[in-house]
């Protein structure tokens, strides 16, 4: 299987902050990454697709970028609806593996 | 607007069958792939498995043994089982849609909002 190592595990910001999230692959996976928020209640939701690519709807401060094994998620001015965990997931090759998730939570 | 909605049991007994069903609206399951993943309390993301409208399933080889996933174009629905379920299988199982671009993956475009099933007698 492809390990994907997620950090950090959490992160404290407040409102306006920047912050970037990393995720490493144990192997190259191209760019068949993708990032995910998750929020209590709420289905989950694309992010980032294909590494950089930001879905439709979603606002312009996420960015992804990366290839191979190296990948950051970026959240420039930090909102309040931002506060939630994210996760990056490969789809390269089966089984699909998610890194282990970053809380982010205000300070 | 297509939208997912899981349903199913809540309580499960150990060694019982998890049974759970993934209803599409305002869609069809024809043309993708869904798929099946769960997030036990306090922990990550784990992807089950997943399911072409033809029929076609892959498995997680972690759960492969004990998961069937099945897939009803009549009633544009995708069903997961879960036999043998122990505590370690309490979750918040979602499903979602496959995108592909071509034959490659492409990753999760559409989620249900999850629903949260104890195994405990």
């Known amino acids: 299987d492809i390990q994907m190592t997620q950090s950090p595990s959490s992160l404290s910001a407040s409102v306006g902050d920047r912050v970037t999230i990393t995720c490493r692959a144990s192997q190259g996976i191209g760019n068949a990454l993708g990032w995910y928020q998750l929020k209590p209640g709420t289905a989950p939701k694309r992010l980032i697709s294909a590494a950089s690519r930001l879905q439709s709807g979603v606002p312009s401060r996420f960015s992804g970028s990366g290839s191979a094994t190296e990948f950051t998620l970026t959240i420039t001015s930090l909102q309040p609806e931002d506060f939630a965990t994210y996760y990056c997931l490969q789809h390269k090759t089966y089984p699909y593996t998610f890194g282990q998730g970053t809380k982010l939570e205000i300070k | 607007q297509v939208q997912l909605q899981e349903s199913g049991p809540r309580l499960v007994k150990p060694s019982e069958t998890l049974s759970l069903t993934c209803s599409v609206s305002g869609g069809s399951v024809n043309k993708y792939y869904w798929s099946w993943l769960r997030q036990p309390p306090g922990k990550g993301l784990e992807w089950i498995a997943n399911?072409?409208?033809?029929?076609?399933?892959n498995y997680n080889p972690s759960l492969e043994r004990r998961v069937t996933i099945s897939v009803d174009t009549s009633k544009d629905q995708f069903s997961l089982k879960l036999s043998s379920v122990t505590a370690a299988d309490t979750a918040v199982y979602y499903c979602a849609r496959e995108v592909r671009l071509g034959i490659t993956p492409h990753g999760f475009d559409l989620w249900g909002r999850g629903t949260m099933v104890t195994v405990s007698s």
């Open positions: 399911i072409f409208y033809s029929g076609s399933a």
